[in-house]
């Protein structure tokens, strides 16, 4: 497909670098303001790749920092949209104006950026709005399996990201809203059909309390346990005894490090401990719970069962969001998989004077 672009006023057409008076041509069209935005962002690229900085080019043309920044990005943008087939249309639209909209489409392959400019200008949708729909076609693409019923195309890629959010929404008004808004951009049939779907279970579902988690407070000294290692089985060499690490407990819970990420750590042997099958303890702050134990923060064990990874209404699970883990409970299955059941949070003793209880004489009286 051609441009309609008019001519970029550079002399240099056998491919050297521009003269003096090829850069002094592109200042003054700068300064005019001819042509229009996407030749501005190819013309302060070329001052800049000649050794003007962001300032000079500034100074001279009156194009701010930011503002070469975001046309020179659209620009490239729009060219590599140009590259693989756009309707005229969006062509001879984003030629004049959209180039906010067009920088937050860095982010998308080619062809997503493409059907991006396409779906901002058949919907109507401005810079901010542009942001969102960047961001929930870049989160759709990473899909291995497309979710059931949304297809690669734009509109159902950007209705899916409203359709999660919905899902995840205990506010019957939230939820509708954003229903409202998958519908808006769905492109497909089936995937209208799903999202109307989750309009009738909005219609019919009743208001769930999160529920809370089990806390418990160590209280007793005898459940401040101490961990020690073990050299081996007699007999034993002098090596054996040598390889043996020493312990030293760290923290309120007394955790043990050793070479590498992990550690050990010691808990009392409560019924929900014996019977985990695969636990895994966390070392958190209460106010990172949800919801929130306290109002005053102190450190927490979580302690999660990985056995147990399928999804219940009246337990909290551990999960991840962009490769970080998070302790969530969710009222429906969630779409990724869960990584175990939250079995309950360990508060630290509560010592007064820990000089005090360290004091031999002290704790006989």
Request: net charge negative; aromatic share 8%.
């Amino acid at each position: 497909m051609t441009s309609s672009l008019p001519d970029q006023p550079n002399p240099s057409t056998d491919g050297a670098a521009p003269t003096p008076e090829d850069l002094q041509t592109l200042i003054t069209a700068l300064r005019r303001k001819e042509g229009n935005w996407v030749l501005w962002g190819q013309w302060c690229q070329t001052l800049q790749k000649a050794g003007r900085s962001p300032q000079q080019i500034f100074e001279e043309t009156g194009f701010e920092p930011a503002q070469q920044n975001q046309i020179i990005v659209a620009a490239q943008v729009y060219g590599s949209m140009v590259e693989v087939g756009i309707s005229p249309e969006v062509q001879v639209y984003f030629e004049q104006r959209g180039s906010d909209s067009l920088y937050e489409f860095r982010i998308l392959s080619q062809e997503d950026r493409a059907a991006a400019a396409t779906l901002v200008l058949q919907r109507g949708i401005d810079s901010e709005g542009s942001r969102d729909v960047a961001k929930a076609m870049k989160e759709f693409s990473r899909f291995s399996t497309l979710p059931n019923g949304f297809s690669t195309k734009a509109g159902d890629a950007v209705a899916y990201s409203y359709y999660k959010l919905a899902r995840q929404q205990p506010d019957l008004a939230e939820r509708s809203r954003l229903i409202a808004q998958a519908l808006r951009f769905a492109d497909t049939d089936d995937a209208r059909q799903q999202i109307q779907e989750l309009l009738m279970e909005g219609v019919q579902m009743r208001s769930r309390s999160a529920p809370l988690i089990s806390v418990y407070r160590l209280e007793e000294d005898d459940e401040l346990p101490r961990v020690l290692p073990v050299a081996g089985r007699m007999p034993l060499t002098l090596d054996d005894w040598k390889a043996v690490p020493i312990v030293e407990a760290e923290g309120s819970f007394r955790v043990v490090p050793f070479n590498g990420s992990g550690a050990w750590v010691a808990l009392p042997g409560w019924s929900v401990v014996l019977h985990a099958d695969d636990p895994v303890a966390i070392l958190a702050q209460s106010d990172q719970l949800p919801p929130p134990l306290d109002t005053k923060s102190e450190e927490v064990l979580v302690l999660v069962d990985r056995s147990q990874r399928d999804w219940q209404a009246d337990s909290y699970f551990l999960a991840a969001e962009d490769n970080h883990l998070t302790v969530q409970w969710f009222e429906s299955p969630p779409e990724h998989p869960l990584l175990g059941r939250v079995l309950l949070a360990v508060r630290p003793k509560k010592i007064l004077d820990e000089d005090y209880v360290k004091d031999p004489w002290q704790i006989d009286e």
